[in-house]
């Protein structure tokens, strides 16, 4: 494949994980955000493929692999089950200041260019120029976090802002080695566990998932 | 060598540590582990006093690196004349105290285990050694810290009481604020010593051999002095000590004020003169200075207080300040160059600080009798106990009298010699000088003189008279071990008085190796009897003869009162008619010392009530009294307070941070993270 072909490509994929982010920073549903994750897996598991084609470092495939199966198809199952047990579908979350968050994050993406451009400009890699969308997406990741205030869209966040180191790894130096990548994909998948009885706890505590609840812990003078 | 002094005092520390390994397996049985533990104890006591004495006799410096210590920094241990002296003074007063201990801790005995006491008592002795053994920054540091872990678990021993935690906590933060100070001010030394490339800079030899900037020597210096001052008790950093000696069992008191006081001054001696050794005359200034006002200070404090134990704290200050100002005329004189008198003010303050260690322990080893025989330490509630405990009676006696520097015993030789180094000291270049040296030395007699008030008071307030309190409890006399510590500690202070010549020629070399002349106190034709510290004709005193002369005085009354017979009648005390004379009505320790309090009120913060109860008689025609007086330490609100509510402050300020809601925290990484991006872009 052209190489210049492969860079299209791939600034054309790095578009719709940054588009995939900016929709989980609006997104008021349950189920839309568990889909545009697995979206987002989707795209990062397609890319990784590509990349490890183009550089002929055939350890990606099985990163890509685990990513299809892992991001795509196993967490946002697990994350259906819990809306389901915890009764949450139908809740619709209130965003505040819908505008603010977007312009925010948009501002996120500008600063990660200004702050890329030296990297961008020494490297030779094909991927260079999705650093930035990479490191945009870790940041849009924990401007979700911050602005949520219900706990499985916190999750959500998480995940995403390790979707975006993940996206960064492949693009920065085509990739971790194996089993950095291996252990990183484990301690997500115990992280998912961990959230998971950790939701059902607090859900007894405080009969809510409002995360501002726990403000309620604070030491009191 | 086999058998040299720094074997034989490590060899005693050794014995120490090793023991408080197996003190746990004695646990079940604490008869049998306060006898062996303390019997052990003063038989290390014993070795370090050997060791010493041979160390300062000869004249020998030993050195010793153990293979321990942290990875390529192994511990340094070094014994010169200097250390060697005041392992003497420490094994010496904790060999009184260990055999005073074995009666005290008895005491205990039923009432609750003594195995942590024992195990902290162990600990706090081998941890006074090791300070003065240690050769280099991070050993000594180490020691130190031991020293002041062990001496907080003593001091809180009796937990159940609040005043005793208190005191602790205060007591540990002192300590640390202290240790921190001289960390950095090793710090300083060791990184001008071999600069910051290497570690070499730790250990004493190379700060020995460093020449030091005048300004960083300053800084490294002050920061010492600072750190010292804490640990002795210098005002106005002095607030820790009559909290803390109070509260713990008498004999700890009696080796936290008699020696680890003395662990701080022989840091200061060991950095100025050894590990500085070049210094200006300002330094000598402001120890001098601050000597004077914990010397005055802390006397006229000791007078306000009721509590016996709290008094000889207080007092401790007062001799503190005596011992810094024989140093700090030392300091002065030296870079002026007038090697004599420098040497002789030194010789005068490590005198104190060995007599010192001698009194004050035989004081409160006194003032532990007199706790363990009526659980009483206010003053204002005793009386009579001459008749009830005449051996502690006359003992503390003793430990009075060489307090208030009264011939024939010790504490009049080291005032004394003070008193030389002030008015043999030649007219100084400086005004500033003109006006600190007489003035000192009218500061100096005044601290003797309100010294003397106030040991008058406390030993005739407690022992004379009639018992004050309501009912008088089943008093004991102390029994065999109790007393012969405290004979044993009194006869030194004799020793100490008549023959001074001795012992300034043996410790003399430590003035010839730091200042660079000895005092030659016993030249001339007159031997050993006289004490000449610089010619004869200017001042000399023979202890031996005012004893003989007082012995004589003495011996006289007594046959010309006791011999002829019915030269002494007891009869009722005759009330003037009056009727009716209570144990109230005698003079008690408040009333003593009111013309003192009413002179110098204005150092102290007093609330003083009279109420006329009950109310509604007329005033002429008062049926009851009721008086009270408050007399508080004015540093603790000046300097203390403030510091205390400013951190309170700044955790309150801090403590805004903590929002309790998750996105306020990721909000802080965030822009941590944001900023620190922008930054190192």
């Known amino acids: 494949m052209d190489l210049n072909v492969v860079a299209q490509l791939n600034s054309f994929l790095a578009a719709f994980v940054l588009l995939t982010a900016f929709g989980m920073l609006v997104q008021r549903r349950m189920y839309g955000l568990v889909h545009l994750f697995a979206w987002q897996g989707l795209f990062l598991s397609i890319n990784t493929a590509m990349v490890g084609f183009v550089a002929g470092k055939h350890h990606l495939y099985i990163s890509s692999l685990l990513t299809l199966s892992l991001k795509v198809f196993l967490l946002p199952y697990i994350l259906h089950v819990l809306i389901q047990r915890l009764k949450v579908h139908k809740e619709v979350e209130i965003v505040e200041n819908v505008p603010m968050t977007m312009l925010m994050g948009i501002a996120l993406v500008i600063f990660s260019y200004y702050l890329m451009s030296p990297v961008t400009q020494l490297s030779t890699l094909v991927t260079r120029s999705t650093l930035a969308v990479a490191l945009a997406t870790v940041m849009i990741g924990l401007l979700m976090m911050i602005t949520r205030k219900h706990a499985v869209t916190q999750i959500i966040g998480f995940l995403a802002m390790e979707n975006g180191l993940f996206f960064a790894a492949t693009s920065a130096t085509y990739g971790m080695p194996l089993v950095v990548e291996l252990g990183v994909a484990l301690d997500i998948l115990i992280a998912a566990f961990i959230f998971g009885i950790f939701f059902f706890h607090i859900h007894t505590t405080f009969d809510s998932l409002d995360v501002d609840q726990m403000a309620r812990l604070k030491e009191e003078d | ?681």
């Open chain 2, 1 to 681: 060598m086999i058998l040299s002094p720094i074997n034989i005092i490590s060899s005693s520390v050794l014995l120490l540590l090793l023991f408080v390994l197996v003190v746990p397996l004695l646990k079940s049985r604490q008869r049998l582990l306060i006898n062996t533990s303390f019997m052990l104890s003063s038989l290390a006591s014993l070795l370090g006093i050997i060791g010493g004495v041979w160390a300062v006799g000869g004249g020998i410096t030993n050195k010793l690196i153990l293979p321990i210590g942290l990875p390529d920094l192994p511990f340094h241990l070094r014994v010169d004349p200097l250390a060697g002296f005041f392992i003497t003074v420490i094994c010496l007063l904790s060999f009184f105290v260990s055999l005073y201990s074995i009666g005290y801790i008895k005491g205990y005995l039923g009432r609750r285990p003594v195995t942590s006491l024992v195990i902290f008592y162990c600990l706090f002795l081998a941890g006074m050694v090791m300070v003065v053994l240690a050769d280099d920054a991070l050993f000594f540091l180490i020691s130190w810290e031991v020293m002041a872990a062990a001496s907080y678990f003593l001091v809180m021993f009796e937990d159940e009481r609040i005043e005793n935690r208190r005191a602790a906590f205060l007591y540990i933060i002192v300590a640390h604020v202290g240790a921190i100070a001289i960390l950095l001010s090793f710090g300083i030394m060791a990184g001008l010593a071999t600069g910051f490339e290497s570690f070499n800079g730790y250990t004493f030899d190379a700060m020995r051999q460093a020449e030091f900037p005048l300004k960083w020597a300053t800084a490294a210096f002050l920061l010492a002095f600072f750190g010292f001052a804490a640990k002795a008790g210098v005002i106005p950093l002095h607030v820790w000590l009559p909290e803390a000696h109070p509260v713990a069992p008498s004999n700890v008191s009696a080796l936290m004020s008699g020696v680890m006081l003395k662990t701080a001054i022989y840091g200061i001696v060991r950095v100025t003169f050894d590990l500085i050794g070049v210094f200006p005359w300002w330094w000598g200034a402001i120890v001098l200075i601050f000597g004077l006002i914990s010397a005055v200070m802390g006397v006229l404090y000791a007078l306000m207080q009721n509590d016996l134990k709290k008094l000889l704290a207080y007092s401790s200050v007062e001799n503190i300040g005596i011992i810094l100002i024989g140093i700090g005329l030392s300091m002065i004189f030296k870079p002026f160059n007038i090697p004599l008198l420098s040497a002789l003010a030194l010789i005068a303050g490590l005198y104190h600080a060995m007599n010192h260690a001698m009194f004050k322990g035989l004081l409160f080893m006194g003032a532990g009798s007199v706790l363990h025989a009526t659980n009483e330490r206010n003053m204002e509630e005793m009386g009579g106990l001459i008749h009830r405990m005449p051996w502690t009676a006359a003992l503390f006696l003793i430990g009075c009298v060489s307090i208030s520097a009264l011939p024939p015993f010790n504490g009049f030789v080291s005032e004394w010699l003070t008193f030389q180094a002030f008015l043999l000291s030649p007219a100084m270049p400086s005004p500033f000088f003109k006006l600190l040296i007489p003035l000192g030395a009218a500061l100096v007699a005044l601290t003797g003189a309100l010294a003397a008030a106030c040991f008058v008071r406390a030993f005739g307030v407690t022992f004379l008279g009639h018992w004050r309190g309501a009912h008088m409890p089943r008093v004991h006399e102390a029994d065999w071990f109790m007393r012969s510590g405290m004979i044993l500690a009194a006869l030194s202070c004799l020793l100490l008085g008549i023959l001074p010549t001795f012992f300034i020629d043996w410790m003399d070399i430590i003035a010839q190796q730091l200042v660079g002349t000895k005092i030659g106190a016993s030249s001339g034709v007159y031997g050993w009897l006289w004490l000449t510290p610089v010619a004869r004709e200017s001042a000399s005193y023979s202890g031996m003869i005012v004893f003989l002369g007082i012995l004589l005085v003495v011996v006289a009354v007594y046959f010309i009162l006791h011999v002829k017979p019915g030269g002494i009648r007891r009869v009722p005390i005759w009330d003037c008619g009056f009727g009716k004379l209570d144990q109230r009505m005698q003079y008690s320790a408040t009333s003593f010392s009111m013309p003192i309090r009413r002179i110098f009120g204005f150092l102290f913060n007093i609330r003083e009530q009279v109420k006329l109860n009950p109310r509604g008689v007329h005033k002429a025609f008062p049926k009851r009294l009721n008086y009270y007086l408050r007399v508080r330490d004015r540093f603790w609100n000046w300097l203390f307070k403030p510091v205390i509510e400013f951190s309170f402050w700044v955790s309150r300020k801090v403590g805004l941070l903590q929002q309790g809601r998750i996105q306020a925290y990721l909000i802080y990484s965030f822009i941590t993270i944001i900023v620190l991006l922008a930054l190192s872009r």
